[in-house]
């Protein structure tokens, strides 16, 4: 986990700089910056959930294909996000003198938190993938600020690992399609037996 942590904060202030450095500069190009952003998906994503599934106590050198074919396609889905928060942050550029300068870091923190809950979820998908026994897990966590029908359901219910896998039921993972919240504003997380939380 102190090797996630290290990956999670260099992701983190990474983000925000080029999303600060797009805001700030006198002359910049939306889908330069994108790419730079993409680029951070490219190695942070990896890196995330090879440090998953070390924590499990997989071979990070023995991936599986479909495993890898399931980041990969987790990258190509941010870069369609990333796109979509550069076009929004260019009309924030373009109507930054209407906007306070003291509302500018709060802009910057909302757009990097988001993002950078989403490697959260991309470690905690390695970490349950790359788990060398099919241990039982159970769904707790703070409802926050909403409780889905989804998420009410499973709450409590104790699975094996495989469970929630072919279910895609992995929670806090933004943009989920299979919890009705999407994993927007979800704290929950899935505990092994001795209430260890397992996922984050």
């Known amino acids: 986990m102190a090797d996630y942590n290290s990956i999670n904060q260099e992701y983190q202030v990474s983000f925000a700089a080029i999303i600060t450095e797009y805001l700030y500069a006198d002359r910049a190009t939306r889908s330069i910056y994108a790419e730079k952003l993409k680029r951070l998906v490219v190695d942070y994503f990896s890196d995330a959930f090879e440090a998953g599934w070390a924590d499990a106590g997989g071979d990070p050198a023995d991936i599986p294909a479909k495993d890898l074919s399931w980041l990969l396609d987790k990258k190509h889905a941010e870069y369609a996000n990333i796109d979509l928060m550069m076009y929004s942050l260019k009309e924030v550029r373009a109507n930054l003198k209407d906007i306070p300068e003291g509302e500018w870091p709060a802009i910057i923190d909302q757009r990097t938190s988001g993002y950078t809950k989403t490697l959260d979820g991309i470690y905690s998908e390695g970490k349950l993938r790359g788990s060398k ?23 409590g219910k104790r ?16 943009g989920n399609p299979n919890f009705e919240c999407h994993g927007y504003n979800c704290y929950h997380y899935l505990a092994d037996d001795k209430g260890r939380r397992y996922t984050l």
Do not use: M, Y
């Open 159 to 174: 699975h094996r690992i495989s469970f929630w896998l072919k279910r895609g039921l992995i929670p806090g993972q933004p």
């Open 133 to 155: 026994s099919d241990i039982s897990l159970t769904f707790v966590g703070s409802d926050g600020r909403e409780n889905c029908i989804t998420c009410a359901k499973w709450k």
